[in-house]
């Protein structure tokens, strides 16, 4: 009998939820907290935000541990737990970063750092990329442990400094030096984001299992200087821009990676018809022939997840008008699909310059090549949530063509989710790193409800 009445009590701890409309205020004046500390990236000084979130958990009777990078003591992470009962069960990992890009006030409608809670949204930098996130985990956490919730899987929370700039200081730092407090068996990091616009007129949530790589070089002439009153040919410059010219001008091949292959197979299945044949089609060498440029130049981020890119991102050359300066340089930023190796890449790029004046100076060699299952329970459930939630909206695997933390983990075979669960517009993807960041106070509780939920699901008994 006494058997019965446990298993009975921790049937209805799984199923109970918190009074969300109770929870309300406290998650806004959470965020509207967070968002006012200031963890521009650079100068990346989270120390206010960690002991913030230390202050958080020592109330709330949360295990945690902070962590001081020495080479830098602005850098900090912060590590909490709810243990598990089963150790022999890897963690989920709840990681979200601390510090934002800068803003240029002058730009701003609104005061970035104000947190500011206006006809149910909230305006600040972070309101999406990615203290949202941060703010849904620790709901999740301390409302599960508020319950007297035991998980069967350990969750741990994890938030961390120089993700911006993917500083050797961030998650790299913790993943090198202290794996043994982490090493997960999935990771919910950012990546993607629900939709209503984004997707051929389908309302959808992006869940991110791979990206692309980001792989900067630079290009570099040197030469002779000379007058600027006595123009010769061949000079630095001129050869950088010819070389440059031919790069941006570059179209270079489509290509079809499985995870984009199976995100537009979902799509095609959604959108019936014609035009989802095509695009269940699109790994076919034809259809790609016919329609993959179509297709690719249906918007700029389609088009980048269906080819490797360059950007031209800065130039460098001269120090007075009337002097032909001996060097030229430029920044490429190339971001490479999954499978592609960096050194392959360069090889190509050499011969569409076909000019050995132009030397390439690799700057950050990217090495991961990980693609997360989309098979995994934690994927699953999490897609069942999201439906939950928005049932018109459809859940599907995607690469991001941004860098997240998520590649550190990748990159040691972790399996690794990346989605913030809101349902937003274009425009508001915009504004990340842009202008007058904002969140809506209903897309701040729905994702906290599917991150509460999820969690219990994924971390507690089989279902």
Known sequence: MKKII?????????????NWEKARNETVNL???????????????????????????????????????PQDPRRMHVLAELTGMNPELKPLLLLNHMDVVPVDINYWNEKPFDGEL???????????D?????????????QLHREGWRPERTIKFLAVADEEILGPLGTSWMIENHWDKLD???????????????????????????????????AVVEGKSGHGMRPYKDHPNEILVKALTKIVNWNTPLEIAPVVDEMFNRMGERIGGG???????????LVRYFAGGTIANSSVTTNAMLRNTISLTMLNSGYKTNIIPEKATATLDIRLLPHV????????????????RVQFIPKRIPRNKHVSSWETDFFNILSDELNREKPDALAMPFMTIGGTDSQFFQAKGVDCYGLIPIMITEKDIQSIHGIDESLSVENLMMGTRIVYRTIKRVCG???
């Open 130 to 142: 990615m203290k949202s996130l941060g703010i849904m985990h620790l709901m999740a956490l301390m």
């Open 118 to 128: 206006r006809d149910g949204v909230i305006y600040g930098r972070g309101t999406i």
């Open 275 to 285: 035009q989802g044949l095509v695009l269940k089609s699109l790994d076919n060498g």
């Open 341 to 356: 190796e960096p050194e392959d890449f360069l090889e190509d790029l050499k011969l569409v310059i076909n000019d050995d």
């Open 461 to 463: 008994p089989g279902e």
């Open 31 to 69: 965020f509207q907290e967070y968002l006012r500390i200031d963890t521009s990236n650079p100068p990346g000084d989270v120390r206010l935000a960690a002991k913030w979130f230390a202050d958080i958990f020592g109330e709330e009777d949360i295990s945690f541990e902070i962590f001081t990078v």
């Open 184 to 218: 997960p068996e999935w990771v919910w990091d950012e990546g993607g984001v629900g939709s209503l616009d984004s997707f051929s007129g389908m309302s959808a949530f992006a869940i991110a299992v791979a990206q692309k790589k980001s792989f900067w070089v630079e």
């Open 6 to 18: 446990l298993i009975t009590c921790a049937l209805i701890l799984i199923q109970a939820e918190p």
